[in-house]
């Protein structure tokens, strides 16, 4: 049984177009994130859900927009997709914040055409 | 073998010899740490974790210690086998927040 499962695995689509991602876990976490993890193998937060309420909101440009529809689920919707875009999307949960040892999804993979 | 450095690294130890990888954290308030290990195609898997109350954990095969005076953490691993091959990461985090700062990670390859 995966713990946190993401789909697609792998999204290749044009400049300008609008995708979503979604990620579902298993776990009965509480707390859902969205990390990008670059070219380098930077990996970086972007959002966090706990009990469906945002809590980190990094410095994320607004054609991001995450959604919750219940704690087990986390959805990551990107309008208007740019080149820098391009990179793995990471989804984790963990059971409350803190930091606390995540689970992490295997990855979305997002080329930019 | 030993790694240290900023960019992403690579520490490369023969099978069976013990693995120390290093990480420098920047926020001196931060009061959790942990150690990940990504392997090809996967996401993030938590190895292990340390408060700052400690200075040393062990677990299977692996030890953490933290040196909060220098920012520094470590991870050891014994008797290295072909399936550490991975990335490791350090992040840190602190107080009650649920953001978590990753480090620039480590490549290990063992050498069979």
């Known amino acids: 049984d995966t713990a946190v499962s993401q789909t697609p695995k792998y999204l290749v689509t044009q400049m300008g177009n609008d995708k979503s991602i979604k990620c579902e876990q298993n776990l009965g976490h509480d707390t859902m994130y969205w990390y990008k993890q670059d070219s380098k193998k930077f990996l970086k937060i972007m959002f966090s859900y706990n009990n469906k309420e945002l809590i980190i909101n990094e410095t994320v440009p607004n054609r991001f927009s995450p959604k919750s529809p219940d704690k087990a689920h986390l959805n990551l919707h990107i309008n208007s997709l740019e080149l820098g875009d391009s990179a793995v999307y990471f989804c984790?949960?963990?059971?409350?914040?803190?930091?606390?040892?995540?689970?992490f999804g295997d990855g979305t993979r997002l080329s930019i055409l | 073998g030993e790694s240290v450095g900023l960019h992403l690294p690579t520490l490369s130890v023969q099978e069976g010899d013990n693995s120390i990888i290093n990480c420098a954290y920047s926020?001196?308030?931060?009061?959790?740490f942990i150690w990940y290990k990504q392997e090809s195609g996967k996401g993030p898997q938590f190895i292990i974790d340390?408060?700052?109350?400690?200075d040393k954990r062990q677990g299977q095969r692996v030890t953490v210690l933290l040196n909060k005076t220098v920012k520094h953490l470590s991870l050891q691993i014994a008797a290295t086998q072909p399936g550490d091959s991975a990335v490791y990461f350090c992040a840190e985090s602190y107080g009650g927040y649920q953001k978590v700062t990753f480090g620039i990670g480590t490549k290990l390859q063992v050498i069979p």
């Open positions: 984790a949960s963990s059971q409350g914040g803190g930091g606390i040892a995540q689970h």
């Open positions: 340390i408060r700052s109350n400690m």
């Open positions: 926020n001196s308030a931060s009061d959790y």
